[in-house]
Structures are given as structure tokens and as C-alpha cells.
């Protein structure tokens, strides 16, 4: 086993470059997933922001979210961020009637829960398991979390203001989310976290 584990990340949309910085500063190999075969290549997989329900049916043309889904059940560990914790999600609040999602975080998640563009925030969210003080949430037409089941664990909520105490992150097993972009940050520490669990899964 390499001490550089080989992480993909969905770039069908969203900042798959800022992805791939971060995951090598935090001492691990990337590479972008376009097609089928890219998923075999790799032992962990990120999904990154943007349009839940655009990524969602560009996977199912693509032929990608049956390996996904099979990749999530079998152990992979995988990270999907804003638009990707949508799709880890088995349960969607406010999605598209045929949107389709990966799955398997036994969770709820209202997509744009914070509002639209125009009420994106930055602020400070406790992590479980991340050491250093709070990290620089970044939310941008973000989820939340409404309801969990009895086996998921939550990794972090918002400590302020209306929306104080929502969850923003969570674990179930092989699988974290988080509402906000560690990505456009330039902190490591949520890839760095991601990272060491795919070198122990492995």
C-alpha cells in the first residue's frame, strides 16, 4: 500500500481543480473521474459542488452512477461536498420529482436550504475529529441535514445565527458530506481527514 493513496474526483461540474490541489497537499494522489474505468483506477472518490440535479443526470447518461452506487456500497470510501452531499443523501427535501442520487447516508437533506446565491456566508463550524480551531465554512446555495438515522454520525453544525445548530457534516461508515466547500478555502484539514480514512480503508 502506498503511502499516497489515489483519489478521484467527479468532474463532471464544480471546482475539481481546487479539489485535486488540496488532496495532494494533503499527501495523496488525484486524478479526475470522466468515464467508467476512471473509478477502478482510484480508492477513494470526491464529489465536488454545483448543481445536484445537473450532476446527477450527466452521471446517469454518462454511465457513471451505477459504478458510483456500487463503488459506495462496497466500502469506497467517499467525500461529497454542497451539491455532493446531495447526492450521498438517500433522501432529498425540495429535489426533482426523477432526480436520482448515489445514496448512502442514511439522511435527509433539503437542497438550498441557506437560500439562493445571494445569501451565501462564510463562518466557523467545529469539527469532530479536526483538530485546529473551527473551519472556514464557505456555504453557497448550500444544504442542510434534517434528519439522520440512529448509525450516522455528525461531524459538525452551525453555531450561529438562524440557522444555529443544523447539521453541516456527517459520517455514515465509509461515506462523509459536508454542506460547505473545504475546496475554496485553501485549509486542508477536511481532505487531509478524507485522506487518512481512504489509506485506512485500504
Same mark, same amino acid.
Given at each position: 500500500?502506498?503511502?499516497?493513496?489515489?483519489?478521484?474526483?467527479?468532474?463532471?461540474?464544480?471546482?475539481?481543480?481546487?479539489?485535486?490541489?488540496?488532496?495532494?497537499?494533503?499527501?495523496?494522489?488525484?486524478?479526475?473521474i470522466r468515464q467508467?474505468?476512471?473509478?477502478?483506477?482510484?480508492?477513494?472518490?470526491?464529489?465536488?459542488?454545483?448543481?445536484?440535479?445537473?450532476?446527477?443526470? =450527466?452521471?446517469? /447518461? *454518462? $454511465?457513471?452512477?451505477? @459504478?458510483?452506487?456500487?463503488?459506495?456500497?462496497?466500502? !469506497?470510501?467517499?467525500? +461529497?461536498?454542497?451539491?455532493?452531499?446531495?447526492?450521498?443523501?438517500?433522501?432529498?427535501?425540495?429535489?426533482?420529482?426523477?432526480?436520482?442520487?448515489?445514496?448512502?447516508?442514511?439522511?435527509?437533506?433539503?437542497?438550498?436550504?441557506?437560500g439562493r446565491q445571494?445569501?451565501?456566508?462564510?463562518?466557523?463550524?467545529? =469539527?469532530?475529529? /479536526? *483538530? $485546529?480551531?473551527?473551519? @472556514?465554512?464557505?456555504?453557497?446555495?448550500?444544504?442542510? !441535514?434534517?434528519?439522520? +438515522?440512529?448509525?450516522?454520525?455528525?461531524?459538525?453544525?452551525?453555531?450561529?445565527?438562524?440557522?444555529?445548530?443544523?447539521i453541516v457534516a456527517?459520517?455514515?461508515?465509509?461515506?462523509?458530506?459536508?454542506?460547505?466547500?473545504?475546496?475554496?478555502?485553501?485549509?486542508?484539514?477536511?481532505?487531509?481527514?478524507?485522506?487518512?480514512?481512504?489509506?485506512?480503508?485500504?
Open positions: 500500500m502506498t503511502s499516497a493513496p489515489m483519489i478521484g474526483v467527479l468532474a463532471i461540474q464544480g471546482a475539481v481543480r481546487e479539489h485535486i490541489s488540496l488532496l495532494e497537499a494533503a499527501g495523496a494522489q488525484a486524478m479526475p467508467t474505468a476512471d473509478i477502478a483506477k482510484v480508492t477513494g472518490i470526491v464529489l465536488p459542488g454545483g448543481e445536484s440535479t445537473t450532476i446527477s443526470k =450527466l452521471a446517469v /447518461i *454518462d $454511465g457513471l452512477m451505477e @459504478p458510483l452506487r456500487a463503488a459506495a456500497s462496497e466500502g !469506497v470510501p467517499i467525500y +461529497g461536498s454542497c451539491a455532493g452531499m446531495i447526492l450521498l443523501a438517500d433522501r432529498i427535501l425540495d429535489g426533482r420529482p426523477d432526480q436520482e442520487t448515489i445514496g448512502g447516508i442514511d439522511m435527509t437533506v433539503r437542497r438550498n436550504a441557506f445571494v445569501d451565501s456566508f462564510e463562518g466557523g463550524i467545529d =469539527l469532530v475529529g /479536526i *483538530d $485546529g480551531g473551527p473551519f @472556514p465554512g464557505i456555504f453557497i446555495r448550500a444544504p442542510w !441535514v434534517e434528519e439522520i +438515522g440512529p448509525k450516522v454520525e455528525v461531524l459538525g453544525r452551525v453555531g450561529a445565527g438562524t440557522a444555529n445548530g443544523r456527517v459520517r455514515d461508515r465509509n461515506l462523509i458530506a459536508t454542506s460547505f466547500h473545504p475546496e475554496l478555502t485553501g485549509d486542508t484539514r477536511v481532505h487531509q481527514y478524507f485522506v487518512e480514512m481512504v489509506r485506512q480503508a485500504a
